[in-house]
């Protein structure tokens, strides 16, 4: 059996996250820092489920969710059908190619509360490629490259002129959005993340034991807290959520409970 691993214990608050907000203050603010749409942040580390929850709150708020994870699988997708690259290839993706992927003249993320979220990319939905096996493997290659997630948080920053929205991801709460009104980070034991993680792969046709799930969940905790660039880390100011016994009714209304009620 896997080491017993628990997020909590590994990621300390981002003690540098303080010194990003002065140099983004210093640099004359970004842009959705003056906007009056409200952003509200869910980080975690695999299987807390931030995704779920987030879209959860956005659908009782009646806000826009964002589900940066999507943003990262289609840019996958797409220089791997589009732009020539192998699994191998991806380990240095060019500029021009990020580019070309994520220009908003073919590229396009939506949110309906009624349907979903969907990606399109010149017209066509892309969305139903985005939970590929090979896209889960691939993805984890591209995510840490800085000009990678430049691109998409250049992307995410762009709707909050549009939208206030409910976003998850690993650094959205640290790095692309340091001053949303309010931040959360759901987390769970390491047991409990394996076990939603196995039953989710087990939807999609790939079976899991659970010291296998555990293994895995482990090994991509290590790389999100490890990485050089935005690493996954608690955000200043965030409110730390462990759903381990919770369902995720209990953890929406734990987060609605800490915003409060707003005209929507």
């Not at 300390?12 to 906007?35: P, V």
């Not at 490259?145 to 549009?162: C, F, M, P």
């Not at 046709?205 to 999100?224: C, K």
Request: glycine share 6%; proline share 2%.
């Amino acid at each position: 059996m896997a080491t017993h691993y628990d997020a909590r214990e590994n990621i300390k608050r981002g003690t540098d996250i303080h010194t990003i907000e002065k140099k983004i203050r210093e640099k004359g603010g970004l842009a959705y820092e003056r906007r009056h749409n409200l952003v509200i942040t869910i980080d975690g580390p695999t299987a807390s489920g931030k995704s779920s929850t987030a879209m959860a709150v956005a659908q009782t708020l009646g806000f826009y969710y964002l589900n940066t994870g999507f943003l990262y699988r289609a840019l996958t997708y797409l220089l791997l059908t589009t732009r020539g690259y192998s699994q191998a290839d991806l380990s240095n993706v060019r500029q021009e190619d990020i580019e070309v992927c994520t220009s908003s003249d073919y590229f396009s993320y939506t949110y309906n509360a009624t349907t979903g979220y969907s990606v399109t990319y010149k017209g066509t939905n892309i969305t139903p490629f985005l939970k590929d096996a090979t896209i889960d493997t691939c993805v984890a290659i591209i995510s840490p490259q800085k000009l990678v997630r430049h691109a998409i948080t250049e992307q995410q920053r762009s709707l909050t002129g549009k939208h206030s929205i409910v976003v998850d991801g690993r650094d959205v709460g640290s790095h692309v959005f340091p001053f949303a009104q309010y931040k959360f980070y759901l987390t769970a034991s390491l047991n409990i993340r394996a076990q939603r993680w196995q039953h989710d792969q087990a939807l999609r046709g790939n079976n899991y034991t659970l010291e296998e799930a555990e293994q895995r969940i482990h090994e991509r905790d290590l790389s999100d807290e490890q990485r050089e660039i935005s690493p996954l880390v608690i955000p200043s100011r965030a409110v730390i959520i462990d759903n381990s016994l919770m369902t995720r009714e209990k953890t929406v209304q734990k987060i609605i409970s800490y915003i409060g009620n707003f005209a929507v």
